[in-house]
């Protein structure tokens, strides 16, 4: 039985493996989202593995390869922290000095594998960094606090969208319930059991396994396929925004500024565009835009970056000399960073789909 169990844990991190790293890639390349997916994909994956060497007592083996010193509990917190900010906060930009964060992560790792060197290399027979409490605690009890408190933050975020989702009268199909809470809930499971585990000391590590291994690749592969899954879509707001001290700007001046930067200046054919970006760009306070296209275009910063990708794709095909492309080109370089937005935004602003509204050209 415990060898039919190694060999399911093994097949399930070569699964979880493979699939962490092509969203790590796909996250690095366009789609920030999906690269912090992959991480928790990836500590995941590496606990399965340690399941399976615990199940063949490999960790006891002189020639074992010691492969769980570059696992890190700390690194679940932080690149859920992260995930939640990118699905929840459509102007949310992972920025170069966040990288910081996961110092702890590599310090950790570090350490473990000085550590295992120095037992091995000079044969003293070192105390497990495990039975140091102060390390117990920063490496064991430390992540699980995160993993709370950053559920807490996504609880938080969940309720409040989901009450401005029903106040317009959305519909909330089984789908779109999924969407929304099936990986918050599997988080959530999994941090009880890890709890339950780690700080009760229940004999819970069999249920851990099991349900890494049956829901782990379910929501992988969603993520993997569409990285759009799991992001919540932009609410429009009810009313402009308050105009406090903005004073100083004058508004018709600034909106001809505005459109021209994007009528001629096409700045959103720039994939990632962010309203930091914008303000940047025209010099001027990220709150006043905001108010600008919120009071003028009844819409959020998204919304109105958007409508302008999806102008410039219809433009194009009416343009012979742009027959040669095909729709998905076109949406790329017009900014959209993926086919799902584009679709969705796409049949929001003409009311069919792309494929709908080629057909009707025709």
């Not at 003293?124 to 993993?147: A, C, K, R």
């Not at 949406?331 to 602003?349: I, L």
Request: charge should be positive; aromatic fraction near 16%; charged fraction near 15%.
């Amino acid at each position: 039985m415990d060898n039919w169990k190694a060999i399911a844990y093994l097949l399930a991190f070569g699964q979880g493996f493979v699939l962490s790293l092509s969203l790590i890639v796909k996250g690095i390349k366009r789609k920030r989202a999906s690269l912090f997916l992959g991480l928790i994909l990836l500590v995941l994956s590496q606990e399965l593995l340690n399941a399976w060497a615990m199940q063949l007592h490999y960790h006891s083996r002189p020639d074992a390869i010691p492969f769980w010193n570059l696992q890190s509990y700390l690194l679940l917190p932080i690149a859920t922290w992260f995930f939640v900010q990118l699905t929840t906060e459509p102007d949310y930009v992972f920025k170069p000095l966040h990288r910081f964060f996961f110092l702890p992560v590599a310090a950790e790792v570090a350490i473990r594998c000085v550590w295992q060197g120095y037992r091995r290399f000079t044969g003293i027979d070192l105390p497990s960094l495990l039975e140091n409490p102060v390390w117990f605690f920063i490496t064991e009890i430390l992540p699980i606090i995160g993993m709370i408190a950053v559920l807490a933050v996504y609880a938080y975020k969940l309720r409040d969208f989901q009450a401005g989702w029903k106040k317009q009268a959305a519909g909330y199909d089984l789908k779109t319930f999924f969407r929304f809470y099936g990986l918050f809930g599997f988080l959530v499971l999994l941090t009880f059991l890890w709890i339950a585990g780690v700080v009760l000391e229940w004999p819970v590590f069999f249920g851990i396994e099991v349900l890494l291994a049956l829901c782990l690749f379910g929501v992988g592969y969603m993520g993997y396929i569409s990285p759009e899954f799991f992001m919540l879509p932009s609410l429009p707001k009810e009313k402009p925004a308050e105009r406090p001290d903005f004073g100083r700007f004058d508004d018709q001046s600034e909106l001809q500024r505005l459109r021209e930067t994007f009528t001629h200046g096409h700045l959103h054919t720039r994939s990632g565009l962010t309203l930091d970006d914008l303000a940047a760009h025209l010099g001027l306070p990220p709150r006043y835009i905001s108010y600008l296209i919120n009071t003028y275009f009844n819409t959020n910063f998204s919304g109105f970056v958007n409508s302008f990708r999806v102008e410039e794709v219809i433009k194009k095909l009416a343009d012979p000399d742009e027959q040669h492309k095909t729709i998905l080109g076109l949406a790329f370089d017009a900014g959209f960073s993926s086919k799902s937005t584009f679709n969705q935004v796409f049949k929001q602003h003409t009311g069919k789909s792309p494929s709908q509204f080629l057909l009707v050209q025709k």
